[in-house]
């Protein structure tokens, strides 16, 4: 990209917070046609700055240009008018309305009568999501689709006031390979189209794959922007954190430990059938599979959050039935969801809150709390994990996203369980905070937990499971271990099932 | 580009000079200070507001709807409401006044009280939880029986109370401070030591934050809940025994529209309906702020016919002020 005039420059933006600056005197400028990364550290500002480039957030300083011009939007609408549409972290579609009105939100046509003119609203979707590339149904309330799904709603919604920039944040955080794939394909649509689109992630072979250039920040100021061809992996991670990173190993296989989860058969109707894993004291073991392809359903069963209705669950060899996740507590297991907003975070509260939450019993002495002994464990959390936070009474509402992500990690971490089950462990986390992650899950595997992890990242699978099961429309179709742990074939087994030869040979703990 | 500069240290200082945040002084101190500048105004508007004896009367009769504001605060935490606390109130004063009639004992009397509030918040939480009834429906349906079993009761008829002894709680004095008084201040201790330093004041807060974070967290929701529908009985039984005691008697129509009022003093004191934020110390000064208001339009004369135009001004002006801040 070059010479020619940027679309949108931003310049020595500003916002501030008590006790933090979000983002301090960062410039940007995004041309027409280009793909932008926009990479950082969580808290490093990325989602503050674009939510003032979106209109959503006032800034404390510094200028935003649109097609040289100085603009000052009050509001998303302004911007949105103005041509740029942001996609945030967390969608913010009305789950109840069709897709049709979704899409045109604020600006369905209407009839003389100032009734929806429905004929209307239907060709003009149908057309956007055509250029696109995507089919969804028009008349189906939002909520009933998948995350992918929205999000292509909510891009559409974008192109339906003909946005010249586009903001996405973190729009494959909650994707698998294939949604992302497909996301892809429309990114690269765009891109021809000459609109500008800023793109945040924490995956930076995502990165590789679809920018064309690159702008990382770090503690809230700017590192550095390169075209994509100037820089490498560790360059952008050391960018990122200052540091390098190494890389991590599967831990060994563990053998003659004790049994301690065992699920036998467990099925729910119409969801998913004939799960039957073993977990041993050390072992960490991975699903893989498509999104909706049962996995989430088949941690959330074991744990009593949804009861199954065949099959059992023995946990130490002793059959259990969970009726509530309180129960599964007290035998000593512990489910990190996957979406922290719903059904992790107490948004309003502190983070100290926040983190005890499952050892409140650990924490307390004849019902009452020891706080001393909380803000101990409270404050280690926050070193280890490295959260990016003004104290354990900041509110976790006001945290950057990967940052809440470790708090309900923590809160799992802090209840000490000996089975763990993991659901999207490090979804919107950095590349750093992963790293310590998977160094925290092996050192809990190592002092003798068993750890059951869902992921849609193969990488991340991986690099911390001896062993991976593929789950495929609510069946396990194959186990891979040792020789049969590669990437392709599980790559292929989510996609397709597993292959028929034995290949897909269970080498059993 | 390519330039490194901002320390973390000096971020984190924030550079410069730190901003006041009015923002957030206004969530924090918003009542406090609406509650001073109400004592101003009421001091300027009549001399004789700030008198010790026009002092003493606001303390006692705020210490009532105080009461039920502390229970009806556990319940508004938990994203709930209770609209039965006045009908409760009210049943409870009449078997109050029934056993100490027949076993002039004032024990068994206050006893009763307590058993038939707990009772009924009992059957409100279980409706909820079990019964999965919408809190503002359940309670609602409970006014309803409540305010009625005291009209079958009683035949219409008040219950004179006559035991000196009892009647001390509610027109006492102990070290110059009205004996009611003393009791919403000691229950507001308890609340407030509950809902910080205990366990399950903890849980209460989470179910009201996010329920199903809870429920994964291991809280058990229901059980809790039905513990805030408790308690909110419980406190409008200590009301009714107050009121009793006040006032000398128990007719079937004590503590009519005294929900209101309880859940005007927890939403003044800054606690949301959504649940998840707020607490008792908010509670108190909101309960002030009302009694206050009440007395000083009192003193001024104002017609019965308007007060409660002022109050519900009142009441939306302390929420919007409260409101502005927590949006940001
Ligand atoms: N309302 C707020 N009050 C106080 N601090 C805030 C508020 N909103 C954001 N912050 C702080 O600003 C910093 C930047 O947050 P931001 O959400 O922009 O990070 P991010 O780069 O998007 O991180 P992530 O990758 O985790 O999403 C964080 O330290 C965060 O805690
Ligand atoms: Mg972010």
Redesign the pocket.
């Known amino acids: 990209m070059g010479e020619n005039q940027p679309v949108l420059e931003v310049q020595a933006i500003t ?1 501030r ?7 301090d005197g960062v410039d940007l400028a995004l041309f027409a046609g280009e793909v932008h990364a ?1 990479l ?12 003032m480039i979106g209109g959503a ?1 006032r800034r404390d300083g510094g200028r935003i240009l649109l097609h040289g011009q100085e603009v000052d939007f009050r509001s998303p609408a302004d911007a949105l008018a103005a041509g740029i549409a942001v996609i945030y ?1 967390e969608l913010v579609l009305c789950p109840h309305l069709s897709v049709a009105e979704n899409v045109l939100m604020g600006h369905l046509p209407q009839t003389p009568t100032m009734a929806v003119d429905w004929p209307t609203t239907r060709r003009l979707v149908a057309t956007l999501l055509d250029q696109l590339g995507v089919t969804l149904p028009l008349e189906v309330p939002v909520a009933r689709l998948s995350t992918a799904q929205q999000q292509m709603v909510e891009i559409a919604k974008a192109l339906s006031r003909d946005s010249r920039v586009l903001v996405l ?2 729009p494959s955080a909650a994707l698998g390979r294939r949604d992302l794939e497909h996301l892809f394909a429309v990114i690269r649509r765009l891109r021809e189209r000459g609109v500008a689109i800023v793109y ?1 992630s ?1 995956r930076l072979e995502e990165v590789f794959e679809i920018a064309d250039r690159v702008t990382v ?1 770090k503690d ?1 100021a700017l590192v550095g922007a390169w075209p994509i061809a100037d820089v490498t992996m560790h360059g952008l991670v050391r960018a990122m954190t200052g540091r390098d990173l190494g890389m991590l190993a599967a831990p060994e296989t563990t053998v003659g430990q004790p049994l301690k989860l065992e699920v036998r058969r467990l099925g729910r109707r119409g969801v998913f059938a004939d799960v039957s894993l073993r977990l041993h004291a050390g072992d960490v073991v991975g699903i893989a599979g498509l999104v909706g392809s049962g996995r989430t359903e088949v941690l959330r069963a074991i744990f009593g959050a949804d009861q199954p209705d065949a099959g059992e669950v023995l946990v130490d060899g002793e059959p259990v039935r969970f009726r509530s996740p309180a129960q599964a507590l007290r035998h000593g297991l512990g489910l990190l969801p996957e979406d922290r907003k719903t059904q992790g975070l107490l948004l309003g509260r502190a983070l100290r809150e926040n983190l005890s939450l499952a050892s409140l019993g650990r924490f307390s002495r004849f019902g009452l709390l020891q706080l001393g002994e909380e803000e101990r464990a409270v404050r280690g959390f926050i070193q280890s994990l490295n959260i ?3 104290g354990p009474s ?2 976790v ?9 470790k708090v309900v990690l923590a809160r799992w971490l802090a209840r000490r369980c000996r089975i763990l089950l993991f659901d999207e462990p490090t979804r ?3 590349v750093g905070a992963k790293e310590e992650i998977y160094r925290l899950i092996h050192e809990l595997a190592e002092q003798g937990a068993a750890i059951l992890v869902v992921s849609s990242e193969l990488k991340e699978l991986f690099a911390i499971c001896q062993r991976i099961h593929v789950m495929r429309e609510g069946r396990l179709v194959g186990e891979y271990a040792g020789e049969s742990l590669r990437e392709d074939r599980v790559a292929e087994a989510m996609l397709i099932g597993g292959a028929s030869d034995g290949d897909a040979a269970v080498v059993a703990g | 580009m390519g330039m490194q500069r901002s320390l973390p240290a000096e971020r984190i200082l924030g550079r410069g000079h730190p901003r006041v945040d009015a923002r957030e002084i206004l969530t924090k101190y918003g009542t406090v200070i609406a509650l001073l500048l109400l004592v101003v105004v009421a001091s300027f508007a009549s001399p004789r507001f700030l008198s010790p004896v026009n002092l003493m009367n606001v303390l006692r009769q705020t210490a009532i709807v105080g009461v039920l504001g502390i229970g009806m605060t556990f319940v508004i935490l938990t994203a709930g409401i209770d609209l039965s606390v006045g009908a409760t109130l009210a049943l409870s004063a009449v078997l109050l006044a029934g056993t100490l009639d027949a076993t002039g004992n004032i024990w068994l009397a206050m006893a009763a009280a307590l058993l038939v509030g707990a009772f009924v918040g009992l059957a409100n939480g279980l409706g909820v939880t079990l019964g999965r009834v919408q809190p503002f429906v359940m309670t609602l349906g409970m006014l309803g029986i409540a305010r009625s079993l005291a009209f079958l009761y009683t035949k219409g008829e008040p219950i004179p109370v006559l035991e000196m002894d009892f009647l001390k709680l509610g027109i006492g004095y102990l070290w110059r401070i009205p004996v009611p008084s003393i009791v919403f201040l000691a229950l507001l201790a308890v609340a407030a030591f509950a809902l910080h330093y205990t366990r399950f004041g903890r849980s209460v807060y989470a179910v009201g934050s996010n329920e199903e974070a809870a429920r994964l967290s291991g809280i058990s929701v229901g059980r809790d809940k039905v513990l805030v529908y408790v308690i909110s009985g419980l406190t409008a039984a200590a009301g009714a025994i107050l009121y009793t005691a006040q006032f000398a008697a128990a007719p079937a129509i004590a503590g009519e529209g005294y929900e209101l009022d309880a859940i005007a003093a927890v939403v003044v004191g800054g606690t949301s309906l959504f649940g998840g934020q707020g607490g008792v110390v908010g509670t108190f000064i909101g309960a002030l702020i009302i009694g206050i208001l009440s007395n000083a339009l009192n003193l001024m004369g104002v017609s019965p016919f308007a007060q409660p135009l002022a109050k519900g001004a009142l009441i939306i002006l302390a929420v919007l002020l409260v409101g502005r801040g927590r949006r ?1």
């Open positions: 916002r917070y008590p006790g933090v600056t979000a983002v926009l950082g550290e969580n808290g490093a500002g990325k989602s503050t700055l674009i939510k957030l972290q944040d973190e945040i924490h920040l809230g990016a936070t003004r900041q509110s509402v006001t945290l950057s996203g990967g940052n809440q992500q919107g986390v950095d | 940001s």
